[in-house]
């Protein structure tokens, strides 16, 4: 049987909602100690320049009090990478990041820019943090992943989502293709954005890549159901596709 595919839990809006109005409800640390319960094997939180969501506070919090695997979503920048480097989570994420934006939008450009990430992939891994890089799956990125040294990528899973048809079909198929060259090169292979109960299924049957890191839909779907019972059934859809043949599922 395939191994366990990892599910890492965002919990970025959780603090969204609380930024809405302020104070110190509903709290995030909570949030994450409840997805831990569900079945979480990690946490993953990105403190954005603008601290539209998570503060420095939170990762304070969450650096001390959680018994997981915190991830930390970063921009390529000197004031991430020093509080990376003051909290040592176990794993970093670089990932592009605009200000005008209300999510990540696409993955790093690692080819581009190259030189301006390898000082930070550099002094994150010198530091004993797992380095990953947010990219589109595409082979390029792959290898330029490769070329700057960081041991794991989380392929950007957006335009699959988001697409219908023989679009999918091909966004699906870059996937599948870019886990497949991620292993050939060592690269753990990663994969998150855009992921609900309806698609996660297509992309856990890869078995190239180890981790899904899901957030905004969990979250979203806790309004109606609760976190704990919406992660565990995201973590039973993820365990039986990690389960089945290739051959049983079918990208509509």
């Known amino acids: 049987?395939?191994?366990?595919?990892r599910l890492g839990v965002n919990i970025d809006h959780v603090a969204t909602i609380r930024n809405a109005r302020g104070g110190l409800h509903p709290?995030?640390?909570r949030a994450a100690r409840l997805a831990v319960r569900a079945g979480a094997d990690g946490i993953t939180a990105h403190l954005r320049e603008d601290r539209r969501h998570i503060s420095d506070e939170d990762i304070t919090a969450l650096s001390r009090e959680l018994p997981v695997p915190l991830n930390l979503e970063m921009a390529a920048t000197e004031e991430m990478l020093e509080i990376a480097l003051r909290h040592k989570p176990h794993a970093a994420c670089i990932v592009p990041e605009k200000r005008e934006e209300r999510t990540t939008e696409g993955g790093l450009d690692a080819v581009a820019g190259r030189e301006h990430l390898e000082p930070y992939v550099r002094a994150l891994g010198d530091a004993g943090i797992r380095v990953s890089l947010?990219?589109?799956p595409s082979l390029a990125q792959l290898d330029a992943a490769r070329g700057l040294g960081a041991p794991a990528i989380e392929l950007h899973t957006g335009a699959y989502c988001e697409t219908?048809?023989?679009a999918r079909q091909r966004e699906y198929a870059r996937i599948v293709a870019a886990a497949k060259h991620a292993e050939s090169l060592a690269l753990e292979c990663h994969a998150g954005h855009g992921l609900t109960f309806d698609n996660v299924g297509e992309v856990a049957v890869i078995t190239s890549i180890v981790e899904l890191n899901i957030g905004h839909f969990l979250v979203g779907e806790a309004i109606f159901c609760g976190l704990e019972s919406s992660i565990m059934q995201m973590r039973v859809l993820m365990d039986k596709a990690r389960s089945a043949d290739v051959a049983d599922l079918v990208v509509a």
């Open 1 to 5: 049987m395939p191994s366990r595919l």
């Open 27 to 29: 709290d995030p640390v």
């Open 134 to 136: 947010f990219v589109e």
């Open 164 to 166: 219908h048809g023989e």
